[in-house]
T-cell receptor, first 114, second 113 residues
Framework: DSGVTQTPKHLITATGQRVTLRCSPR?????VYWYQQSLDQGLQFLIQ???????AKGNILERFSAQQFPDLHSELNLSSLELGDSALYFC?????????????FGPGTRLTVT | AQSVTQLGSHVSVSEGALVLLRCNYS??????LFWYVQYPNQGLQLLLK??????LVKGINGFEAEFKKSETSFHLTKPSAHMSDAAEYFC???????????FGQGTRLTINP
């Protein structure tokens, strides 16, 4: 158990819909990262927040957005969903925002768009 | 930009045999390197990391990796495979101003009895 929690575990929704994925980092970790894992793209970095502020952005679509709240939990919002958005979405956290700190991953949310 | 290449999408070894999973990286800045393991239907678990201290890094579950700058490699080894090592293994790089992890495509390790 990494200490990072993600809800829900599974999500099935239809094209065009909007969903919110939630992540609670390990106690004391200030930085949260979101990654997408799919068969064709592998593991791709989406976005990073550090202590409530956006720190880095990766291959995140404009239909996707995220935020980190004062209690440090984070939410990833996916809208106008397409079939290709079906994937495993991981949240990770680290103590600081520096690249030398290891990231601890949650169990993931499996999103299926039908 | 940084990138990782894992040689061999699938590696199969016998129980008790040496495990060698290959990882080559590309980075214009001094890299931080990581190996993660993913068991079916689970998240990623950190096995070990290199952050410019000792070049031979020991991790959990008997795994170790050696950083070789001249070869831009960070191969993962374990002297004796166990059935419980069957999983997907990911090599990742970060460094410089980039806090994100850049992952390789993964290597699925199968252990034969």
């Amino acid at each position: 158990d990494s200490g990072v929690t993600q809800t829900p575990k599974h999500l099935i929704t239809a094209t065009g819909q909007r969903v919110t994925l939630r992540c609670s980092p390990r106690s004391g970790d200030l930085s949260v990262y979101w990654y997408q894992q799919s068969l064709d793209q592998g593991l791709q970095f989406l976005i990073q927040y550090y202590n409530g502020e956006e720190r880095a952005k990766g291959n995140i679509l404009e239909r996707f957005s995220a935020q980190q709240f004062p209690d440090l939990h984070s939410e990833l919002n996916l809208s106008s969903l397409e079939l290709g958005d079906s994937a495993l979405y991981f949240c990770a956290s680290s103590e600081m925002g520096d690249s030398s700190y290891e990231q601890y991953f949650g169990p993931g949310t499996r999103l299926t768009v039908t | 930009a940084q990138s990782v290449t894992q040689l061999g999408s699938h590696v199969s070894v016998s129980e008790g045999a040496l495990v060698l999973l290959r990882c080559n990286y590309s980075s214009s800045v001094p890299p931080y390197l990581f190996w993660y393991v993913q068991y079916p239907n689970q998240g990623l678990q950190l096995l070990l990391k290199y952050t410019s201290a000792a070049t031979l890094v020991k991790g959990i579950n008997g795994f170790e990796a050696e950083f070789k700058k001249s070869e831009t490699s960070f191969h993962l080894t374990k002297p004796s495979a166990h059935m419980s090592d069957a999983a997907e293994y990911f090599c990742a790089v970060s460094g410089g101003g980039a806090q994100k992890l850049v992952f390789g495509q993964g290597t699925r390790l199968t252990i034969n009895p």
